[in-house]
């Protein structure tokens, strides 16, 4: 199944634990925040703070989608 989470979401906060992403969904601003692995973690590390990404959940895994 395939559901937008956030569109033109940008990375917020990121620490080895948790991510937060703050973005636009139905009209709204809105943050999706969620717990990480530590491999989740080193993955993450390498987006970058000032791109935009629409967030797609696909069979229960996040998908950014650059802009």
Known sequence: M????LRNARLESLTENKVIFIGELKGYIQKLSYTITHDRFNDLKQ????????IWEIDNT??????
């Open 2 to 5: 395939k559901k937008l989470k």
């Open 47 to 54: 987006i970058d703070m000032g791109t935009k990404y629409n």
């Open 62 to 67: 996040l998908r950014f989608i650059e802009q």
